[in-house]
Each structure stands twice: as C-alpha cells, then as structure tokens.
C-alpha cells in the first residue's frame, strides 16, 4: 500500500468518524457509509498486487504463482461493499421512520420526545393512580403521589 492510499484511506475513515459523532442522523448514516468504504478501500488497498488477472488459461508466469493477482481482495472488497450497500439502505429506512414517528432528525430532541413519551406511558399505565382532587385522596396515597412526582407533600 502506497503513502497516498494510506492517506486517502485515513481521510475517508477520519471523515466517517466525525460525521458518526455529530447529532443529526442523516450525517450519522453518512459516517457509517464513510467508514464502510474506507474499510473496503484499504482492503483493496493492502492486497493490490500487480499482475494477470486471475482467469483461466493462465500464462507461463501464472502456473508458478508469480505475477497474478490475488482474487480473493476483491471478492472480500465486493462482498464488503455489497453488505455496507444493504447497511445503509437498513439504516435510512430506521431513519425515515424516526423521522415520520418524532418529526426531526436531531438525536437530542428524539432524546428528549422518547423520554417524555416513557413518562407518559408509565404515568398512564399505574393502575393505582387516578385522577381524583387531594381532598378525596387520603393522606397516604397523596403522599405516596407527591413524593413520586417531585411535589412537596402537605
């Protein structure tokens, strides 16, 4: 591997992982596509022999072993490609479905509407609690209702 495909290669993968860090999902998935290529590229890369391709009838130079290149760099660099392919289109449809669900792409508001939904649930789903005014309620399970909801108690 030569010095510029190295530093294509760490450029690319550099690229992926400050992208990856950010807090919207639409550079997230483009981070995650960064790497994979730059993944791939450095496979290629690292096994890039220069030679016959590797196809019958081999030539002289190709019976020996000396002079054909290695098949098996590409058919790992394609595969690669072709599951970092499928990746990304999983990704984007998990994305546009956040997206329609919670009507933005910014991780910390999603955050923020996952955790008021969970409260809403869990505040909905207590079977011991109703809505009744304090003066109905008796004194424990008023208690019991402030403590837990962050109220001072009477």
Do not use: C, H, K, W
Request: aromatic share 6%; no cysteine.
């Amino acid at each position: 591997m030569n010095l510029l495909t190295a530093l294509v290669v760490a450029v690319i993968f550099a690229s992926g992982t400050f992208l990856l860090l950010q807090r919207d999902l639409t550079r997230v998935v483009v981070g995650i596509i960064l790497i994979s290529n730059a993944a791939a590229l450095f496979i290629v890369s690292s096994g890039l022999l220069r030679g016959e391709a590797a196809i019958y009838p081999l030539d002289e130079s190709g019976l020996t072993g000396q002079g054909i290149a290695d098949p098996l760099v590409q058919a790992m660099a394609l595969t690669a490609l072709v599951i970092g392919f499928a990746l990304a289109a999983l990704i984007l449809v998990f994305v546009y479905r956040l997206f329609a669900s919670q009507g933005t792409m910014d991780l910390e508001e999603v955050a923020e509407a996952e955790l008021r939904d969970a409260r809403s649930l869990d505040l909905a789903d207590d079977p011991e609690r109703e809505e009744l005014p304090s003066e109905e309620q008796d004194d424990e399970s008023y208690e019991a209702d402030a403590e837990r909801e962050g109220r001072t108690p009477r």
